[in-house]
């Protein structure tokens, strides 16, 4: 892992294989995860191409489109560090346990993965050992070095999946049990008047071994899981305009409510 550090503690960058951290040292209570950040293969995974065209590389089934700078933004604005895969979903997936059948797609939203179609169990776990394993250790000790942290993971979603009809949300807030953060949460984008906003939207809230439930739920850390429609964040000014509507919101929820 390679550490570059420059005086400026927003640009303190901690760079792994699976993972970068920024902003490690940053003071604020949030973590922001975003477990799919990146569309990039790796070269030690069938020499850096799973065979899908360029196409197919860049949109959702590779990764969360607008997620990795809605985060970016987040971390500067909430003076909080943030953590971001290195890899594409379909190398891993960070977000599914590692016993979950669509931890290595074979087969998404219509296009087959050439380089996972024949993937045996033994490429599997060397896939979990590079790429999964460490982004979610790295996670974990992030969690641990700080004091009382709250975990936000960012995600984008496709308007439509497998030719279903339009999803309507414009941003989503998922949970599970714990819903400390995404209650008031919700509270709050509703009431700013102008966004369609959905509740365990369009996916539950909870799922056996993904992110969350792996780093927050047991461990009684608050958390919430925000989902923004990917057409609304394909530009950088679009990431920056989510990030600076959403972190003064993201903070009174914190103030406003005790956590």
């Not at 997620?67 to 891993?92: C, M, N």
């Not at 931890?103 to 896939?127: F, W």
């Not at 429609?229 to 409510?257: G, K, M, S």
Request: hydrophobic share 40%; glycine share 8%.
């Amino acid at each position: 892992m390679t550490g570059i550090h420059d005086g400026d503690p927003m640009k303190d960058l901690l760079l792994h294989d699976a993972y970068e951290i920024i902003g490690e040292t940053l003071p604020g209570r949030w973590l922001i995860s975003c477990d799919h950040a990146s569309n990039r293969v790796p070269a030690c995974v069938n020499g850096g191409d799973l065979g899908l065209p360029k196409a197919d590389m860049e949109r959702h089934i590779a990764y969360d489109v607008g997620a990795e700078g809605v985060t970016r933004h987040l971390s500067r604005l909430l003076d909080s560090p943030a953590i971001l895969s290195r890899f594409s979903r379909l190398v891993i997936d960070p977000n599914r346990g590692e016993d979950d059948p669509t931890v290595m797609m074979k087969l998404y939203d219509g296009s087959i993965i050439p380089a996972n179609r024949h993937a045996d169990a033994t490429e599997r776990e060397r896939r979990l050992a590079a790429f999964h394993r460490p982004y979610h250790k790295a996670m974990a000790t992030l969690l641990a070095s700080r004091s009382a942290p709250v975990l936000l993971a960012m995600h984008s979603y496709t308007p439509q999946l497998q030719g279903r009809e339009l999803r309507p949300w414009h941003i989503a807030v998922l949970h599970d049990k714990d819903s400390r953060v995404a209650t008031p949460l919700l509270e709050r984008l509703e009431a700013e008047g102008e966004w369609c906003v959905g509740e365990n939207e369009p996916y539950g809230g909870h799922l056996d071994g993904d992110s969350i439930d792996r780093q927050a739920l047991g461990l009684g850390i608050p958390n919430v899981l925000i989902e923004i429609r990917n057409d609304l964040i394909e530009t950088e000014a679009q990431q920056v305009w989510w990030a600076e509507r959403l972190a003064p919101i993201l903070t009174e929820v914190l103030v406003e409510n005790g956590l």
